[in-house]
């Protein structure tokens, strides 16, 4: 089915496997600003170039840089039918400009995901990934800024979607398949199904 969704969480809640998870079962595509940003700091693009520098602070990509990433994006064929955007929006601002982005194709958005997770965990499950892939990001004042940043500037946005009644949360810790069976059921309560 057509779903156009939104997922929340704090970096290393699980996000980005939960979201692919989903996406296959929707038949959707998964877009992540942060993989996006990657592919282009490692093809040594001129957008790679522009946000390296912020990425490796910890610190968030200007939305002069951002936006027109993600309405690039947005505007790919493969999204006209729904997409789970994992990373964007971040801030309040970019809330505002992804309402404008799918305003002025005639749409709206129909499901915010909240991944919730426990501040240990996600530092703990970060170190390992970092031990494991390397990411520049993802040492350990880095990931504490990441998270700092995140309580700040993101974690707000959910409380301003359930205002619009559009939030749903699942508890992001457990295994794989549970976390997955329970971001299902909370879809199917805003009549998100496979
Ligand atoms: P992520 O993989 O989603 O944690 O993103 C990694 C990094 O990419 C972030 O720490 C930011 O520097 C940058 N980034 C990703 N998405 C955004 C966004 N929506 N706005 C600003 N910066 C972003």
Do not use: W
């Not at 947005?74 to 990373?87: N, R, T, Y």
């Amino acid at each position: 089915m057509s779903a156009r969704m939104v997922i929340l969480g704090p970096p290393g809640a699980g996000k980005g496997t939960q979201a692919a998870r989903i996406c296959e079962r929707l038949g959707i595509p998964a877009i992540s600003t942060g993989d996006i940003f990657r592919a282009n700091v490692a093809g040594g693009t001129e957008l790679g170039r522009q946000a390296k520098q912020y990425m490796d602070a910890g610190e968030y990509v200007p939305d002069s840089v951002t936006n027109a990433m993600v309405a690039d994006r947005l505007a790919a064929d493969d999204a006209a039918d729904g997409f789970l955007l994992d990373g964007y929006p971040r801030t309040e601002a970019q809330v505002h400009e992804l309402d404008s982005m799918l305003a002025a194709a005639g749409l709206s958005l129909d499901v915010v995901l909240e991944i919730t997770a426990d501040a240990e965990v996600v530092v703990q499950r970060l170190l390992g990934r970092a031990a494991e892939q390397g990411r520049t990001d993802d040492t350990e004042p880095v990931i504490r800024r990441r998270l700092e940043v995140y309580a700040e500037q993101t974690e707000p946005l959910a409380a301003l979607y359930e205002q619009r009644g559009l939030l749903v949360r699942a508890d992001g810790v457990g295994a794989l398949d549970e976390v997955t069976d329970r971001i299902m059921s909370a879809l199917a309560t805003r009549g998100v199904t496979a």
